[in-house]
C-alpha cells in the first residue's frame, strides 16, 4: 500500500501540481482513502483514473485533501491580538501596512482583518489572500456567508459590515471586499511575494511535515520586513523561532529581528 500511496502522491504532484508528499503521511492517507472510497473506486490506481478522467470528481478530490476550515474571528484573542499589534508595533512604522492572509480557505480571515482596518480607520491598507484551492478562493471573492460562519461577529458588526440576503445568508459589504485581493498561491511550490508588515497563516502548518513547515517559516521570515509580525494559529508553535530570524513576542505571535 506504501507503494501504491507514493506512485499516487508522484502523480498529484506532477498533474495536479499538489505535493502531497509533504503532508503527515498517517493524516493526508485517511483523507485520501475517505474520499476515494466516496468515489467507488476500490484502488488508488482507479481513483487516480477517475481523477483525470472526471471533473466532478477531481473537484471533490482537491475540495477533500486541502483544510477549509474557518469561520469569522475563529480564535478571537487572535484578532485582539492583531489590534493591539497594529497599533503599538505595525502603524508607528507605517500608515500603510502590507498584509498576508496565506491560505486563507472561505476568505473569513481577510475579511476579518479587512472589518479591522475599517473600525480603525487605516483608510489605505489592503489585505492579499491566498489559498491553494481554486474553488474555494472563488467562493471567497463571492463573499457570501451562511449564519453559523458569522456566529462570532456581533449584531452591531453584522449590520455594518454585512448585507442580509435570503436563505439565512449575508453577503459581505462592497467597503469591505474592496480591501482584499485574492490569489491562488501554494505555500509549497510558489515563491513568496513581498516584503509583508504583517503575515497571518493559522493551521495549516501542523498538516506539513516538519521539513516543509520549517521551509515555510524561513520563507515567511524572509517575506516580511525588519519588524514585521507573523501570526500562527493558537495550536502551532515555532519551535527553535531564532534560527529562523524570529523573536516570540506572544503566544502565537513572532516577529523578525
Not at 468515489?39 to 490506481?45: D, E
Not at 484578532?79 to 508607528?92: C, G, H, N, S, W
Amino acid at each position: 500500500m506504501e507503494e501504491e500511496f507514493a506512485l499516487f502522491n508522484a502523480w498529484v504532484d506532477r498533474r495536479l501540481g499538489i505535493p502531497l508528499a509533504a503532508y503527515k503521511e498517517n493524516q493526508m492517507q485517511r483523507r485520501i482513502l475517505t474520499i476515494m472510497e466516496n468515489s467507488g473506486a476500490k484502488t488508488l490506481r482507479e481513483y487516480q483514473q477517475l481523477i483525470e478522467g472526471d471533473d466532478g470528481v477531481r473537484a471533490a478530490f482537491l475540495a477533500h485533501i486541502t483544510i477549509n476550515v474557518t469561520e469569522f474571528y475563529r480564535n478571537k484573542e487572535l484578532f485582539d491580538a492583531f489590534e493591539r499589534v497594529l497599533k503599538t508595533i505595525v502603524l508607528p512604522k507605517t500608515t500603510l501596512p502590507k498584509i498576508w492572509s496565506a491560505a486563507c480557505s472561505i476568505g473569513a480571515e481577510p475579511y476579518t482583518i479587512a472589518m479591522l482596518l475599517e473600525k480603525n480607520q487605516i483608510a489605505a491598507a489592503n489585505v492579499l489572500a491566498t489559498d491553494i484551492d481554486t474553488q474555494i478562493l472563488a467562493k471567497a471573492k463571492q463573499g457570501l456567508y451562511r449564519d453559523h460562519e458569522l456566529r462570532n461577529v456581533s449584531a452591531a458588526e453584522r449590520t455594518r459590515f454585512f448585507d442580509a440576503k435570503e436563505k439565512n445568508q449575508f453577503q459581505i459589504k462592497p467597503e469591505i471586499k474592496r480591501r482584499v485581493h485574492f490569489k491562488q498561491h501554494d505555500l509549497l511550490k510558489d515563491p513568496y511575494n513581498g516584503p509583508f508588515d504583517v503575515i497571518v497563516c493559522r493551521n495549516v502548518t501542523i498538516y506539513f511535515k516538519s521539513d516543509a513547515r520549517d521551509a515555510v517559516y524561513q520563507k515567511f521570515s524572509d517575506a516580511l520586513v525588519p519588524g514585521g509580525i507573523l501570526f500562527t494559529g493558537a495550536t502551532e508553535t515555532i519551535n527553535f523561532a531564532e534560527q529562523f530570524g524570529l523573536k516570540k513576542i506572544d503566544s502565537f505571535i513572532y516577529q523578525k529581528v
